[in-house]
């Protein structure tokens, strides 16, 4: 599954991926990002510096993930493991 940042905005902001599934970050702003889980269990691309790419593993139990990028809060998305 691949995530583009682009305009301050999560693209897909909604998606599902499978449990443990490989998220792929790609950040096309001009200014640094992360895609942060805000509950239990959850997960941190850590920064993305404009321009760059990173991979982290989605959460192995089934549900929905809420993100945000916690340095544009208003930046939000969900994760669902299904």
């Known amino acids: ?3 583009t940042i682009k305009e301050f905005t999560f693209g897909p902001d909604n998606f ?4 443990g ?4 970050v ?3 702003d001009s200014t ?5 889980a ?3 269990g959850g997960f941190d691309s850590g920064t993305i ?3 760059k790419t990173v991979t982290f ?3 192995t139990k089934p549900g929905s993930y809420p993100f945000i990028c916690s340095l544009h809060q208003f930046m939000k998305g969900t994760l669902t493991v299904a």
């Open 16 to 19: 599902t991926v499978s449990p």
């Open 26 to 28: 790609v950040n096309q």
């Open 49 to 51: 510096g404009a321009g």
């Open 1 to 3: 599954m691949q995530v």
């Open 32 to 36: 640094a990002h992360t895609l942060t």
């Open 57 to 59: 593993t989605a959460p």
């Open 38 to 40: 805000t509950g239990q």
């Open 21 to 24: 599934a490989k998220v792929t």
